[in-house]
């Protein structure tokens, strides 16, 4: 999966992080924390925008978001399916959700 150069760089200090905390662990943060701290999230959205956002938004939703954005974005299936790890274009456009305000400047 490709990274940017700011991302390499970032990993790179959390490893080196990791070795000086002794745990060999990239992050210092348990995937439960991370689940209980995504649907804290949400919650409080939901709290504060009177239950209209977020309805039943999951942690696996950012992923068809993030595909989305990419593609409107300009990168083509084959470059988003590498960064997204999708492996074939049916799985891609499955999770593909384009705006329909970018489509309609598309064909202008």
């Given at each position: 999966?490709?990274?940017?150069?700011?991302?390499?760089?970032?990993?790179?200090?959390?490893?080196?992080?990791?070795?000086?905390?002794?745990?060999?662990?990239?992050?210092?943060?348990?995937?439960?924390?991370?689940?209980?701290?995504?649907?804290?999230?949400?919650?409080?959205?939901r709290?504060?925008?009177?239950?209209?956002?977020?309805?039943?938004?999951?942690?696996?939703?950012?992923?068809?978001?993030?595909?989305?954005?990419?593609?409107?974005?300009?990168f083509?299936v084959?470059?988003?399916?590498?960064?997204?790890?999708?492996?074939s274009?049916?799985?891609?456009?499955?999770?593909?959700?384009?705006?329909?305000?970018?489509?309609?400047?598309?064909?202008?």
């Open positions: 999966m490709p990274l940017s150069p700011k991302a390499v760089t970032t990993l790179s200090a959390q490893k080196s992080a990791a070795i000086q905390r002794l745990d060999s662990h990239l992050f210092a943060v348990t995937p439960h924390a991370v689940t209980t701290a995504f649907r804290r999230a949400v919650s409080r959205v709290r504060e925008s009177s239950d209209k956002f977020c309805v039943d938004l999951r942690f696996h939703d950012l992923r068809d978001e993030a595909v989305s954005r990419l593609l409107e974005r300009g083509n084959t470059e988003v399916a590498s960064i997204s790890g999708h492996r274009p049916q799985m891609l456009y499955s999770y593909c959700h384009l705006s329909a305000r970018m489509l309609t400047m598309k064909l202008d």
